[in-house]
Structures are given as structure tokens and as C-alpha cells.
């Protein structure tokens, strides 16, 4: 059960057909049981995000929301409701990645920094120790309208998202259905395809973001979607080519340590 006397803000993001691609956002705002307001609805759409860029988009909206009229409406009392874990389960390590200088222990960048600390500020004007709880989506019919507003947003774009790198990329070979996850690595020796590159950092020392198709030579297909990096200083791949890697031992931050280019695979 929520706090009847809370106002509460149901969020949502959502980047669709692709991943990235065009992004919306979508929020309910439901007032508390006594003031018998109606709720209000928020969306908007970008032209081109990421999932969870426009899930935190709604968060740091749901805040803007409450510090311009939480006073007028005389509320007090703020919960965010989140189908996101990428935001439910990091919200709290913020202030731990902003005195690690946003970087992990293997030296990795967190994405989407300028959004956390964008949300890390504007958490804090609340002044009303804001709570943040995550719920499953479209389990209810408020969660559904949120879920429907973020997608409204994605279809129809009009602002963009300044933060967002686009990169360049193709579109996938794989037959996955599930997004790029982090590649294993274990000193693997793999055929790879390139579909999308991501600068991450400003300078010779910062990597880059490297997804690609996995190539089973089994059952000679595209079989998975993977992320690993590669050390701006020394990027030689090309999207929508194909490559052998040698990868690291370190599944937590897999580095391609040798490329060798090969004939394109359909």
C-alpha cells in the first residue's frame, strides 16, 4: 500500500521500434486521496534516446513536476513509482560513482552520466525526502496508461535529447530477440560482426562502446547481441564488417585484445 497522503508519480521511458532510437517518455501523476484532483498525464517524445536515458528522463520530469507545483498544490510528500530496474537498482550508488569520478574500478565510465547528475541535483531540491519504488509494468492499468504515454511520446518526437551520443551504427543480424548484453569474456577466441560503435570519453585514454552479432559457426548464424570495449587510441572496426577477436579474461570489463579482419559472413 502507498501513503494516501503522498502524491504519486508513475514514470515510464520507453525507445522504440529500436534501441536506441526515438524515445518518450510517459508520467501519471496521481494526487493524494483527499484533494479529489483528477490525474495529470505528461508525454514527450525525443528524436532519437535510449531506453534507459528516457526511463531516467521521466524520473528527473517527475521531480521538475513536484518542485514547480508540489508548493502550489500544497503537497508534502513525493513518491516515484518505476518499472525500470536500471534506475531502481542505481539511484543509490550515485553519490559513490560521482567521488569515483564516474568511472568503476576497472576504469569503465558509467553511461549516462549527465542524466544521473542532472537527477542527483534535482533529487535533492525536492527537500522532501523523496521515496523511489519499483513496481512491474502494465500490471495495472495505471502502469499500462504510463507504458502507453512513453510510446505515444516515441511516436511522435519534437524535442531531442542533448546528452545522447548516437554513434554510428547498422542494424542487427542477430536472431535474438533480447538486447546487447555484456560479452563473457574468458580469453575467448570469437567471430564477430560489428553493428554499432559509441565514442565513450573525449580523449586518446577513453574507450569505445562496441556492439555486435556473435557468430555461432555451429549453426552458422547471427545467434546474440554483445557489448565489449576497445581503447580509442587503437579502433580499427568498421561497422557492419566482420572480424576474429581475442577477448580478455575480464567478464566485467571485456576488452578486445586482438582483431583480425575476415571476410563479411551473411
Known amino acids: 500500500m502507498y501513503d494516501p497522503n503522498a502524491v504519486k508519480i508513475y514514470t515510464d521511458g520507453s525507445a522504440r521500434p ?3 532510437g526515438p524515445g ?5 501523476i496521481e494526487f493524494p486521496d483527499n ?20 526511463e531516467l528522463m521521466a524520473m528527473i520530469k517527475a521531480f521538475e513536476w513536484f518542485i514547480s507545483e508540489g508548493p502550489i498544490k500544497k503537497l508534502s510528500r513525493l513518491i516515484i513509482i518505476t518499472d525500470s530496474e536500471y534506475v531502481f537498482n542505481n539511484y543509490k550508488n550515485i553519490n559513490y560513482w560521482r567521488n569515483s569520478e564516474w568511472k568503476d574500478r576497472y576504469g569503465k565510465p558509467y553511461e549516462n ?18 521515496e523511489i519504488r519499483w513496481e512491474k509494468g502494465k500490471t495495472r492499468p495505471i502502469l499500462d496508461r504510463v507504458d502507453k504515454l512513453a510510446k505515444e ?6 524535442k531531442k535529447d542533448s546528452g545522447f551520443q548516437s554513434g554510428k551504427f547498422t542494424s542487427t543480424r542477430s536472431r535474438s530477440k533480447k538486447g546487447a548484453t555484456l560479452y563473457p569474456a574468458n580469453n575467448q ?4 560482426r560489428v553493428y ?11 574507450l ?13 548464424i547471427y545467434k546474440e547481441k554483445y557489448v565489449a570495449y576497445s581503447w580509442k587510441s587503437c579502433i580499427t572496426l568498421k561497422r557492419n564488417n566482420c572480424y576474429k577477436i581475442q577477448f580478455n579474461d575480464n567478464p566485467k570489463m571485456p576488452m578486445l585484445v586482438i582483431v583480425k579482419p575476415i571476410d563479411y559472413i551473411k
Not at 153 to 158: E, V
Not at 196 to 206: A, M, Q
Not at 208 to 216: A, E, M, Q, R
Open 153 to 158: 511520446g516515441s511516436g511522435h518526437p519534437k
Open 35 to 54: 484533494l479529489e484532483l483528477k490525474n495529470i498525464e505528461i508525454s514527450e517524445g525525443y528524436f532519437e534516446s535510449t531506453n534507459n536515458r528516457m
Open 208 to 220: 569505445y562502446k562496441i556492439t555486435f552479432d556473435l557468430y555461432d559457426i555451429n549453426e552458422k
Open 196 to 206: 554499432r560503435k559509441n565514442i565513450y570519453g573525449k580523449n586518446e585514454n577513453e
Open 24 to 28: 518518450g517518455i510517459g508520467l501519471v
Open 189 to 192: 577466441e570469437e567471430i564477430i
Open 18 to 20: 529500436t534501441n536506441p
Open 113 to 130: 552520466k549527465d542524466l544521473w547528475e542532472k537527477f542527483l541535483k534535482i533529487e535533492q531540491r525536492t527537500k522532501s525526502q523523496p
